[in-house]
């Protein structure tokens, strides 16, 4: 497959709003410097080396999660998470009602800033978790929107981090839609020092926007951003070769028409072999087997996905006991 000169989605993104200096929020990776991610990754790593040490850090702290969306990793590690460093999460289903439908998110806001120490959303519309952190005196996290998972990508760095000791230089291929999951990679990747290639078929790159803002951020890091529509010229020499779902929850109509569209897409063992011979396979998960990609690649030797759920965990932890408890400025790089 050839490559070929490429137009991006244009998606406006309105700059995340902090209200004074009491406190910040996580509504964007790009909401975070490079260096204040590369100390939430050593703190993660704190974290998950001796969790022991942390308990008691959000002793008293209270966090309401709010989904729109059906969730296994995204629920279970932040409520494990609060709980493990002493708080206690609150969980409110918002699958059959959208946040803002029955009272106005301005109202939610200011009646939640009285109450708990923390907001994280789950949510269909990146606007949805923006006008809460407009009106809410505590920080709120973005557990998902359409825009981006910046949890996630945070994960996936951990995760190649461990794998490769640094992921500075590190060539790292996202194979599929230019999604939610492809924006938050581009932007943590360039953060930290990475190349990453994006390769989407014509019509599903990803949005204009956050291509120019990774790629701004990349020129300042040493770092690189590559969009294509072809998989294997952006998988090559890969060390990491990363996928997620065709279609995401709220596209379920589009099932099929993806499915024909994304086939060339496939993360399978031909494609594989075009990464480095060590590279490793990555997948935010769900994952559906025979389609995004073959059963073969996601359960074999190379595989570490679940490395990547697991390091959710560790990550939001240290994104909760920075955010609620002062994390970077008590267990920061000093600590290592």
């Not at 989904?67 to 590690?77: A, V, W």
Request: hydrophobic share 40%.
């Amino acid at each position: 497959m050839a490559s070929r000169t490429i137009e991006l989605r244009s998606t406006p993104i309105s700059p995340a709003v902090h209200r004074g200096t009491e406190h910040r929020d996580l509504i964007s990776i790009a909401d975070f410097s490079p260096a204040e991610l590369e100390n939430l990754l050593h703190l993660a790593r704190l974290l998950k080396a001796n969790p022991h040490d942390f308990r008691g850090t959000l002793d008293g702290k209270m966090v309401v999660l709010f989904f729109e969306k059906p969730s296994l990793r995204t629920r279970l590690t932040f409520e494990a998470g609060v709980n493990s460093l002493g708080g206690k999460t609150f969980f409110v289903d918002q699958t059959h009602s959208r946040l803002g439908e029955r009272e106005p998110i301005h109202d939610m806001a200011k009646n939640l800033e009285r109450w708990v120490d923390g907001i994280v959303l789950r949510t269909f519309s990146h606007a949805t978790v923006e006008e809460f952190a407009l009106h809410a005196a505590v920080p709120v996290v973005n557990g998902l929107s359409d825009l981006e998972h910046p949890c996630q990508a945070l994960a996936d760095l951990m995760t190649l981090q461990e794998c490769f000791g640094t992921v500075r230089d590190l060539q790292l291929a996202y194979v599929g839609d230019g999604n939610n999951v492809a924006h938050s990679l581009m932007l943590t990747a360039a953060a930290l020092g990475a190349s990453i290639s994006i390769a989407t078929p014509c019509g599903y790159e990803p949005s204009s926007d956050i291509v120019l803002q990774a790629e701004t951020i990349a020129e300042q890091t040493g770092g690189s951003v590559l969009v294509t529509n072809d998989p294997f010229h952006a998988v090559q020499d890969a060390d990491a070769v990363y996928t997620d779902v065709w279609a995401s929850m709220g596209q379920e109509s589009e099932t099929a028409e993806r499915e024909r569209i994304f086939s060339d897409f496939q993360v399978n063992a031909k494609l594989m072999s075009h990464a480095a011979p060590h590279a490793v396979f990555m997948h935010c998960l769900p994952a559906h087997r025979g389609s995004e990609v073959t059963a073969e690649v996601i359960d074999g030797p190379a595989s570490v996905v679940f490395d990547e759920a697991e390091n959710r965990l560790h990550i939001q932890k240290a994104v909760l006991l920075q955010l609620l408890g002062n994390g970077m400025r008590r267990f920061g790089p000093q600590h290592a």
